[in-house]
């Protein structure tokens, strides 16, 4: 069973950075796209950034385009989130996911087929 454990979570000052990083175990990472999604207390857990398999496609939310950088090394099965001029409404629990399927890349909720346990994003003003 493949799992999903992300780190890099914590408290950061607007403007400030972070970079997350989200480790899958078993021997299919490279097989999948990759995603990470947020959930704000109180609202829907919402799309942040997506990346193909091979990492040559990248798309991203419009709040967080420009600011954050999805990446992912097939080697050690890992995919990393940087955040960069992190403002106080970034503020989520960011979840790592894996794509359904084999095409396809987890863009929505329905697209996702295994999440991590989340870390905690908290930007203050």
């Known amino acids: 069973q493949v799992q999903l454990v992300e780190s890099g979570g914590g408290l950061v000052q607007a403007g400030g950075s972070l970079r997350l990083s989200c480790a899958a175990s078993?021997?299919?990472?490279?097989?999948?796209?990759m995603g990470w999604f947020r959930q704000a207390p109180g609202k829907e857990r919402e799309f942040a950034a997506a990346?193909?398999?091979?990492?040559?496609?990248?798309y991203y939310a419009d709040s967080v385009k420009g600011r954050f950088t999805i990446s992912r090394d097939n080697a050690k099965n890992t995919v990393y989130l940087q955040m960069n001029s992190l403002k106080p409404e970034d503020t989520a629990v960011y979840y790592c996911?894996?794509?359904?399927?084999?095409?396809?890349?987890?863009?929505?909720?329905?697209?996702?087929?295994?999440w991590g346990q989340g870390t905690q994003v908290t930007v203050s003003s």
């Open positions: 996911a894996r794509s359904l399927t084999l095409v396809n890349l987890p863009k929505a909720y329905s697209d996702v087929q295994i």
């Open positions: 990346i193909s398999r091979s990492g040559d496609s990248t």
């Open positions: 078993g021997r299919t990472f490279s097989m999948y796209g």
